[in-house]
């Protein structure tokens, strides 16, 4: 995957453009959190307006996975309100589309998102239509279809979203309470992805608090880390099966880190240059 290694950005200092690439929603604005240059993928904050509209029949050709983050929007009849989620697969039919008080949504495309006119195929295996993650069945203690022993799951939740049949990658919501901790370091085979939603999670290079983003390539060694207050984050894992491989660290945890991110030039450019005045996003 073509995509520079991110760890991390506070997205609220990635400045607004107006128009989704590929052309498909001119009228919303958009934050880009990262953008694979090899499939045309990405990872962004759209901002749709209020009375937005696409009311012809469409089909995007690219994945679409979404997680509203405030408002609502509408796709084909069903209303995806705050924390709600969605995988729509390339193909998927959407009759109308649209926000009547507009909406913020963290939303991720597998392909650069081209529009075309009427229904297309897509693999029913593949569609999550609707989760509303807040009345969604949380998972605690050991994930053992991810592979993750070793893990201090004691207070942790987890709500699975998506499942890829084909590929194994998956997305899902992690909580973790005040004062958890991983005193170890941890690598994974694949990429993974991370947006805060709430709290703060202390890393080595940095408090992420609400907002903060990362893509991290395969077998980067990170950690150890914790919370003070809690923290709700949603991941993914891209590129195949996610597993974890621990090994002890021979340095504490640091509650207080100094923030050293690792960060493409473009992005370096924006650390500093304004406050967080934004909720997270």
Known sequence: MARPHIEFIQSQLIPWSTGLYGGARPEVRVRALSRDTATGA??????????????????????????????????????????????????????????????????????????????????????????????????QGPRKHMSSDGFEHSGTVHKSLFHDVDSDERSWLVGLPPYWSMTKAETHPVCEEEFAIYGDICMPNGIMHAGAYFWRPESIQHGPFGTVGGTLHFCRAKGGAFSTEFEDHPEWLNWDPEYRPILPDEYRAYVGEARISEPNY
């Open 42 to 139: 990405s990872s962004l904050i759209l901002k749709y307006p209020a009375g937005w509209q696409r009311p012809k029949a469409e089909h995007l050709q690219a994945d679409e996975e979404l997680f509203v983050l405030e408002g609502s929007v509408e796709i084909s009849g069903v209303t995806y309100r705050k924390h709600d989620y969605a995988h729509l697969p390339a193909g998927y039919p959407r009759s109308e589309a649209g926000s009547s008080g507009g909406a913020v949504v963290l939303t991720f495309f597998s392909a650069e998102p081209t529009a075309s006119a009427g229904a297309g195929d897509y693999d029913e295996r593949r569609l999550v239509r609707h989760i509303d993650t807040r009345r969604q069945m949380a998972h």
